[in-house]
């Protein structure tokens, strides 16, 4: 029954204290997605999320959605870009997410030569289509989708993710109650 909570596009200095703290409030671990630019402005919320337990990961240095269409170099500089950022903070990700699941060859063999396991998603509620996307549709899209092994997406970044937070309080207690257990990649 084990699955994994990832959440995109962050550190974000107002959201993900947000998430941090809903996942601390049920004693579960997650993996966070990070965008390089954004780690150098918030070094000591990287430093905290990975004090908590949590897995971060590299999500390229500016969420570059077009990956499988880059060269190979062009896709190098945007994994190298991240990872010399969390390694400011003491950060070493072994796991990479293409942004947007814009997954290809390139990005693949990028991935491999610089020892970064690919890891996309399973669940994705939608909760990056804001405004459109409702609490209540993120919590449902969660519930009815997740099963054992399940990978689910969610944003601490990217825009106004006040939904996604609301959400997280209402389903993972409700996923802890079917017996799901969340683990960090
Ligand atoms: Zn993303």
């Not at 699955?3 to 947000?18: F, K």
């Not at 941090?20 to 579960?28: C, N, R």
């Not at 190098?76 to 796991?95: F, K, S, V, Y």
């Amino acid at each position: 029954m084990a699955i994994a909570l990832s959440l995109d596009d962050g550190p974000h200095p107002v959201y993900t204290p947000q998430v941090l703290a809903v996942l601390a409030h049920y004693g579960i671990t997650a993996t966070f997605n990070m965008i390089g630019q954004q780690v150098g402005p918030n070094l000591s919320l990287v430093r905290e999320v990975a004090a908590a337990g949590h897995t971060i990961t590299n999500h390229t240095w500016n969420h570059d959605e077009h990956l499988p269409h880059r060269t190979y170099a062009q896709v190098c500089a945007q994994i190298d870009r991240c990872n010399d950022a969390l390694a400011e903070a003491g950060q070493h990700p072994t796991i990479f997410r293409a942004p947007g699941g814009n997954w290809g060859p390139v990005v693949y063999r990028a991935c491999a030569a610089r020892g970064l396991r690919p890891v996309d998603w399973t669940v994705d509620p939608r909760d990056w289509d804001q405004p459109r996307v409702t609490t209540e549709e993120i919590v449902s899209n969660v519930l009815t989708h997740t099963k054992a092994h399940d990978i689910i997406l969610d944003h601490d970044g990217g825009g106004d993710r006040s939904r996604t937070v609301a959400a997280l309080k209402i389903y993972i207690p409700k996923l802890l109650d079917k017996g799901f257990t969340f683990a960090a990649m």
